[in-house]
Nanobody
């Protein structure tokens, strides 16, 4: 059974930092690209950042560049999202996603989400 379990969401004041974690089980973690998405109330889910299966390449949404850092620890089967200089607009539920393409078929899994609230 595949599980992605996010943690680290919390309330933080503007300008603060949080680190989200995504613990994966039931998959060969190193074979999957890992992404973080977020969904704010009344808005569609949006891509935050992606890191390739090997960890060799990362990609960020424009509004997160320079503030967020995605990483992964293969030994711990865990991915991370370091978020700095948080703004109220970053308030959302953050979701972890693992995805791979194999033999023409896409495999994708989601975590349950973790709430991040940025307010004073």
């Amino acid at each position: 059974q595949v599980q992605l379990v996010e943690s680290g969401g919390d309330w933080v004041q503007p300008g603060g930092s949080l680190r989200l974690s995504c613990a994966a089980s039931g998959i060969t973690f190193s074979s999957y690209d890992m992404s973080w998405y977020r969904q704010a109330p009344g808005k569609e889910r949006e891509l935050v950042a992606t890191i390739t299966s090997t960890g060799g390449s990362t990609n960020y949404a424009d509004s997160m560049k320079g503030r967020f850092t995605i990483s992964r620890d293969m030994a711990k089967n865990t991915g991370y999202l370091q978020m700095n200089s948080l703004e109220p607009e970053d308030t959302a539920v953050y979701y972890c996603n693992a995805a791979r393409l194999r033999l023409g078929r896409k495999y994708t899994y989601w975590g349950q989400g973790t709430q991040v609230t940025v307010s004073s």
